[in-house]
C-alpha cells in the first residue's frame, strides 16, 4: 500500500517492507497515546484525581532521559533485534497498564511501553537511515510517521470506542494483543541486517560527540514536544467537563484529530524534502501558535474550540515529522544514537508540560493550557528560524 508513494530510485527492501513496519507502528502507538485523551477515565478507574494521574504521567515520561542510554543499545543491536524486542516490551507493558489497580503501578507501566516505543522507534529510523540517503529520507520516514496518525485515527479510536463497551482496561487489553500480534510479523518477515549493516560495522560511531546543532535540535524538540502535551493531557477532560461528552463521544474526536494528523503527515512526506526540513518543521510550529491562542479565546464554545484544536495537533504532526530526520544526521554514521537524543529531549519536554498543563485545567479550565501550548510552540518556532537561517549563512560562497 504505501510503497505505491516511492519510486525506483528506493530500494527494493525499503519498498516491500514500508506498510509491515508502519502497521507495527501504528500499534505501539496507540497504547502509547491511549491514556492522554481518556485521563479523566483512568484516573477515575483507580481512584484518583486527575492532576495526581497527571503527576504520574510525568514521572513516566521522564523515563525519556534513559533514551540515550537505550539509543546506544540499538545502535549495537541489529535493527530487526532492535524493533522486535521493542515491540515485545510494549506488549508487555501495556498488559501490565491494564492490570494494575495503584497509580505507581500504572506509572510504572507507562514507562516501560514508552521505553520499548523508543526501542522499536530507533530500529526502525536506523533500518531507514542504512537504507535510504538523507536527501530521500523525509518521505520515507513520512509515510512510517504516518503511524502516529493511524495510532490515534484507528488504535485510540478502536480502543476508546471498547472502553465505552466495557472499560479501559479492556481497551488497553486490545492493545496488547496487537502488538504482540505483529511482533511476530516483524520478527519473521524482516529480513536480518546483511553484511555492512550489522552491529560490528557501527561500533566505533557510537560514541561520537552531539555538536551544537545536536543540542539545540534538541531544544527545539523539547519545546515542540512540550506544546504538543499541553493539549493532548487536558483536550479529553475539557470535552467531558466542559460539553458533557462520554467516552464513545471523545473516541469521535480523537477520530477526527487523527484524520487531521494522518493529512499533515502525509503532507510532510511530500513537502518536507522539497522545502527543508528545518523549514517545514517551523511552519508547523508557526501554525500552531494562531490556533492555540483562538483556542483560549474560544474553549467555551464547541463548534469554535474543536476545529482549532484539530488544526492545531495537525500542525504539530506536521513539525513533528518533518523533523524527525533531522536527528538521523545530528551523529554522523550514528543515526540511532542521534533520534535517540531527540527523543530524550521530546519525552523530557511532555514532562516537564504534563504537570503544569493538568494543573491549569483543574484551576482554570481550558483557557491557559493552550496558552502554554501556544509559548511552547513559538519557542519552536525561534530555535528552528535560527537554525534555518545559520544554515543559509554557511552555504553561502566566500
Not at 7 to 25: F, G, I, K, Q
Not at 56 to 73: D, R
Not at 123 to 142: I, K, T, Y
Not at 147 to 170: D, F
Amino acid at each position: 500500500m504505501l510503497q505505491r508513494a516511492l519510486d525506483d530510485s528506493y530500494s527494493p527492501e525499503v519498498r516491500r517492507h514500508v506498510t509491515t513496519l508502519t502497521l507495527a507502528r501504528t500499534c505501539a502507538n496507540a497504547c502509547f497515546r491511549f491514556a492522554p485523551p481518556f485521563l479523566a477515565t483512568i484516573a477515575s478507574g483507580l481512584g484518583i484525581s486527575l492532576d495526581r494521574i497527571g503527576i504520574a504521567l510525568a514521572i513516566s515520561e521522564l523515563s525519556g532521559l534513559l533514551s540515550t542510554v537505550i539509543g546506544n543499545f540499538a545502535e549495537r543491536f541489529h535493527r530487526r533485534t532492535a524493533m522486535t524486542f521493542g515491540l515485545l516490551g510494549v506488549a508487555a507493558g501495556t498488559t501490565l497498564a491494564a492490570t494494575s489497580t495503584h497509580v505507581v503501578v500504572f506509572a510504572i507501566a507507562l514507562v516501560i511501553i514508552a521505553q520499548s516505543k523508543v526501542m522499536f522507534d530507533l530500529g526502525l529510523g536506523a533500518w531507514v537511515s542504512d537504507r535510504v540517503p538523507f536527501g530521500q529520507r523525509g518521505r520515507v520516514m513520512g509515510l512510517t510517521e504516518t503511524s502516529w496518525a493511524g495510532g490515534l485515527l484507528l488504535g485510540v479510536t478502536a480502543m476508546g470506542l471498547v472502553t465505552a463497551a466495557t472499560n479501559w482496561r479492556v481497551g488497553y487489553g486490545l492493545g496488547a494483543a496487537a502488538v504482540l500480534a505483529f511482533a511476530g510479523v516483524v520478527a519473521r518477515v524482516i529480513p536480518d541486517d546483511p553484511a555492512g549493516h550489522g552491529h560490528a560495522a557501527r561500533k566505533l560511531r557510537v560514541n561520537a560527540r552531539i555538536p551544537p546543532r545536536g543540542w539545540l535540535l534538541g531544544l527545539a524538540m523539547l519545546c515542540l514536544m512540550a506544546s504538543s502535551q499541553a493539549l493532548f493531557v487536558t483536550f479529553g477532560s475539557w470535552l467531558k467537563d466542559t460539553f458533557g461528552l462520554t467516552n464513545t463521544g471523545v473516541s469521535i474526536v480523537v477520530f477526527a484529530m487523527g484524520f487531521g494528523e494522518l493529512i499533515a503527515s502525509l503532507s510532510a512526506a511530500r513537502f518536507s524534502d522539497r522545502w527543508g526540513k528545518e523549514r517545514s518543521a517551523m511552519v508547523g510550529a508557526g501554525i500552531m501558535i494562531p490556533s492555540a491562542l483562538m483556542l483560549a479565546i474560544a474553549h467555551n464554545h464547541l463548534a469554535v474550540g474543536l476545529p482549532l484544536l484539530i488544526i492545531a495537533v495537525a500542525a504539530f504532526e506536521f513539525s513533528v515529522v518533518s523533523f524527525i530526520p533531522l536527528g538521523t544526521e545530528v551523529v554522523p554514521g550514528a543515526p540511532a544514537r542521534g533520534m535517540a537524543l531527540m527523543f530524550t529531549m521530546g519525552t523530557f519536554g511532555r514532562a516537564l508540560a504534563s504537570i503544569p498543563a493538568t494543573q491549569l485545567f483543574v484551576h482554570f479550565g481550558m483557557a491557559w493550557p493552550p496558552v502554554l501550548c501556544a509559548a511552547l510552540a513559538a519557542c519552536t518556532a525561534l530555535v528552528l528560524w535560527r537554525l534555518n537561517a545559520t544554515r543559509l549563512i554557511e552555504r553561502q560562497p566566500r
